[in-house]
């Protein structure tokens, strides 16, 4: 699909501009793998329509549900500063748009830039409802590196989209590269189905890029993405891995990936052959074209960092093909990590640091010690060969400070606004309720206990609370990396290890972290946050591994007003969704 723009300032006008946006939650046919099915889209697109903007900029988008499914849309990496009824997690913000109802999401992109995603925040439907939102630094302001003669949005996901206009200089082309998880399944269905099992989730049926799976899959020889690239000049790359419930490997054969960006953050270059990114991560990389002139394979692997768990283990494959390359040659094979090599996942992330000097929170007031993990709930089914599929015939489940999330019935927004009672507690621990060695001696098997408690717990924060939020992986069922996503919010990783925390041996880097809104807590390791809770509203923190976040890896935490008008969360809009 492809659209004209006349120049580049069409797309760069002055920022403070608003943006307007129509999205109809639509079905429509896909051909994929051998089969046909029916997937949930926005405007019938897949992936859906990119969101262009430049910083500071005004965003109204208006969404009409048009299909029988509960639907809402999040702005995933937007801070959402002063606009907490607008960020979009179902049953934590907003009740869902129902079928035949509308929302209109209004937001500003105060002090933001760089590459985001939308997608959906209900049930599984994020697996196709989602899209690029790329916003561009203010007029005259340039990039703090190297101007690419080509941008290409690679989605890591299920998209082919592609947008080419000129401008006076040179063409631009921006191309979505999405990479994420195909499914044949209903996945909404789906997501019943696994719930109901007790077990764990299936394997997506394919990886893809740009919503092409490659030549490595069933009736897909022809389904392949592919870059038309001129030797010599460099390429940047956005990135967003838009997948459900895989982290991923990406890398380009015989090419180099220069990170300038992580999460719509500057960051100090750094080369490497490979990159690693969770589900809600982006990522901006150069690539310079300077190889024999030839098609070189693009690859996008799995990386499983837990045990014993079934997962697709077929790459996706697109080309980065040379002008000048001949027709229907053989690509050039990228050489991706095994699937478990965690060192070539925090190799990625040692490379990471702001671009210049930030300024970290110094003296904490509010520290969190937050588990992060799996669980298994006994037996409660009177058919068990149903309804009880996870370990030791049991359920599984998963927590923080094992507390497994339930969602409310009520926004929980919308219930601490209004004063409603019964929805929530604002009892979430700041610790676990006991400490042991979580990464080894977790409680794994009968008659040890392994069960979650079930609450819809919250957290509250004082306005201007200066927070260290540290989370630690634990090894009940398996150790894995989890990539925490914290709405509202970006934080600095000031710290990251394996092992358990240990505060009097944990070194942080206080000069330049990078500035983040999802980090990888590592496997059997902890991940250490900052930041300072000067947003007002309600905010989800919780795994952007799908299964995770529906077994109830999540947590909410609640920062309260200050002090003024820019310091209060203004009225909820007249059109929130009601339950």
């Known amino acids: 699909m492809s659209f004209s723009y006349c120049s580049m300032a069409d797309k760069r006008a002055a920022g403070g501009s608003t943006r307007f946006y129509d999205f109809k939650v639509q079905t429509m046919k896909v051909n994929k793998l051998c089969n046909t099915k029916e997937i949930v889209t926005i405007n019938k697109m897949f992936p859906g329509p990119i969101v262009y903007a430049q910083e500071d900029d005004r965003i109204i988008v208006k969404v009409t549900n048009e299909t029988p499914y509960n639907a809402t849309i999040h702005w995933h990496g937007v801070r959402q500063k002063l606009s907490c009824w607008f960020d979009g997690p179902s049953y934590i913000t907003q009740c869902p748009i129902q079928a035949g109802a509308s929302f209109t999401y209004k937001f500003t992109l105060v002090q933001q830039k760089g590459t985001f995603f939308w997608h959906a925040h209900v049930s599984w439907l994020r697996a196709t409802v989602y899209g690029a939102i790329v916003v561009y630094p203010k007029t005259e302001v340039p990039y703090p590196f190297e101007h690419p ?232 089914s009177k058919t068990p060969r149903n309804n009880c599929r996870g370990m030791n015939n049991g359920t599984f489940a998963a927590s923080m400070n094992n507390i497994s999330f339930v969602m409310p019935t009520v926004s929980i927004l919308e219930a601490y606004y209004k004063k409603i009672g019964g929805q929530f507690t604002v009892d979430f621990p700041g610790a676990p309720l006991r400490f042991y060695d979580f990464v080894n001696g977790a409680p794994n098997n009968a008659p040890n206990n392994t069960q979650a408690i079930n609450g819809t717990r919250t957290k509250v924060l004082k306005f201007g609370s200066k927070v260290q939020l540290i989370f630690q992986d634990t090894s009940t069922v398996t150790t894995e990396n989890h990539p925490i996503h914290l709405h509202g919010y970006s934080f600095y990783v000031v710290g990251y290890g394996t092992g358990n925390y240990n505060p009097q041996t944990a070194n942080f880097n206080l000069i330049d972290p990078p500035y983040m809104n999802t980090i990888g807590v590592p496997v059997g390791g902890w991940a250490a946050i900052r930041f300072v809770a000067d947003n007002p509203g309600v905010w989800f923190m919780h795994c952007h591994l799908e299964i995770h976040q529906s077994w109830g890896l999540g947590a909410v935490l609640i920062v309260e007003n200050g002090e003024g008008e820019l310091e209060t969360l203004p009225h909820p809009p007249v059109d929130l969704p009601r339950c």
């Open 149 to 380: 003669y080509e941008e290409h949005i690679v989605i890591l996901g299920t998209l082919s989209f592609l947008i080419r206009y000129t401008c006076s200089v040179m063409w631009y082309i921006y191309v979505w590269n999405l990479i994420g998880e195909y499914w044949l399944r209903d996945v909404v269905q789906l997501e019943r189905e696994v719930l109901a099992s007790g077990g764990a989730a299936p394997p997506a049926d394919a990886f893809t890029i740009n919503s092409h799976p490659g030549p490595n899959y069933n009736c897909s020889r022809n389904d392949v993405y592919k870059i038309d690239v001129v030797p010599g000049k460099t390429y940047l790359l956005r990135l967003i891995n838009a997948g459900l419930n895989m982290e991923n490997f990406f890398a380009i054969a015989y090419h180099k990936l220069t990170i300038v960006e992580a999460d719509a953050e500057y960051t100090k270059p750094f080369t490497t052959d490979r990159v690693m990114l969770g589900p809600g991560q982006t990522m901006n990389v150069l690539v310079t074209a300077n190889q024999p002139i030839g098609k070189y394979s693009i690859a996008m692997g799995p990386y499983m960092s837990a045990q014993n768990i079934s997962f697709q283990n077929i790459s996706a494959i697109a080309y980065f093909q040379y002008l000048g390359a001949v027709p229907n040659s053989i690509s050039l094979p990228a050489k991706l990590p095994s699937f478990n090599d965690n060192l070539a996942a925090k190799t990625v992330m040692d490379g990471l640091r702001s671009l210049n000097p930030v300024n970290v929170p110094k003296e904490i007031d509010t520290e969190l010690f937050v588990t992060v993990g799996l669980n298994v709930n006994k037996c409660r």
